[in-house]
């Protein structure tokens, strides 16, 4: 052990990559070393979605072009668990990008600007007054933790992984669709619900395709999870047969993340930043490395600087998701709130914002919803009284 890191991020997703593009941006001679334990390209259960707010945060990073070669898709259109539906073009484009070329390019943009990459699986942490000791191998004066969805460096450090309360899971695969589909597809299911299937183009006549849900509600079905999960997508999406299927867990936000612990910061899944509503976690990821990355390198205590950095970012945000998911475990809260949209372009684009980035609610917004749902209760009632 002759060097002594000044920051070594475990993990090159899209958390870790930022992580250690920042920290190098911000500080050009500092020592910032990435270790994964897969050689990249490598593949990542993902729907692949990358939101418009994922492609500011490209920029921040500055690497605006990373996927500009890919085409952008503008339509959304999503039925609700009760029927109702809502199709818009979304007020800026996103993307869909095969994770194993994405992650790629951003570990290769981190190399291109100093980054050491290595491979290497952390298994062990010794956490001393002035570093943190890695495998006995490897010392650093801060680790940024973005090793994913079950982090090893998170249970190394004591904190709990998300309960399954707040935690999904979710296959995902390609299908072959008309290379003009141009529209990002959402089928939400009520049966198990919260449970929604989606049909992501690439705009390369693919698309990626899945389905996800609550794991508790996966146990509830008593059966199989690999033929609960391929299951619904074959029935939700019967026209798009899916090949190279692929399941992973999604840890949810509880609302209040623990970023981590001394000279420890937790970034992406590793966080549980996935937003609870949707299952978007890219953008988080990147937000949320960038942030680490920042205070790795210009903070004296960069654990404190990190949690004042997220909270400013996202506290706002991740309370909203938070009380908005506990809402949604109603579906008619969820038709309420896609009818609305279907009416109001301005309420569409507030969900997407919500829903895909930092978005919150606006106390109106919230009470028009909160009066459809009530008002379709009323009705129902009524029709079965
Ligand atoms: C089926 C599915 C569909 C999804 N769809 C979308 C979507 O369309 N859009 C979206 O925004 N989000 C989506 N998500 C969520 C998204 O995939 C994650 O939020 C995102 O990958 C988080 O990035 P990350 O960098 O935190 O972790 P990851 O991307 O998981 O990267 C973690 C890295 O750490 C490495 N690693 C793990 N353990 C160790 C170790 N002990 N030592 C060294 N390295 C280690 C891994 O090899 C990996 O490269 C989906 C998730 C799933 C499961």
Known sequence: MDTIWDVVV?????????????????????RVLLVDKADFPRDKAC?????????????LLGVPDLIDDYRPTRGLSVVSPGGARVTAAVARPNHVVPRAV??????????????????????????RDDRVVLDDVLAARV??????????????????????????????GYAEVPADDDVQFIAMQRDGWPAYAWSFPIGDGTANVGFGMML??????????????????????????????RAHHLPLSPGRPRPGAGRVLLAGDAASLINPLTGEGIYY????????GEAAVEAADPLPAYRRKLARALGRHLRTTDL?????????????????????KEVFDLLVDVGLGAGTVPPPLALAVARRWLWNGVRLRTRHA
């Open 10 to 30: 475990v993990g090159g997703g899209p958390a870790g990559a930022a992580a250690a593009i920042r920290a190098r941006q911000l500080r050009p001679d500092a």
């Open 47 to 59: 729907g692949d979605g990358i939101a418009a707010h994922g492609r500011e945060e490209l920029a």
């Open 102 to 127: 994405f992650d790629a390019r951003l570990v290769e943009a981190a190399r291109a600007r100093g980054v050491e990459v290595r491979r290497h699986r952390v298994r062990g942490l010794a956490a």
């Open 143 to 172: 680790v940024v933790a973005a090793d994913g969805a079950n982090s090893a460096v998170r249970r190394l450090i004591g904190v709990p992984p998300s309960p399954d309360g707040h935690t999904a899971i979710a296959v995902r």
């Open 216 to 245: 508790p509600r996966l146990r509830a079905t008593g059966r199989p999870g690999r033929e609960v999960l391929h299951g619904r997508l074959a029935e939700l999406l019967p026209h798009l047969p899916a090949r190279d299927l």
């Open 285 to 292: 990821a990147l937000l949320s490395g960038r942030l680490a």
């Open 324 to 344: 908005l998911s506990r809402a949604a475990r109603s579906p008619g809260f969820i038709d309420a709130a896609i009818a609305t949209a279907a009416r109001r």
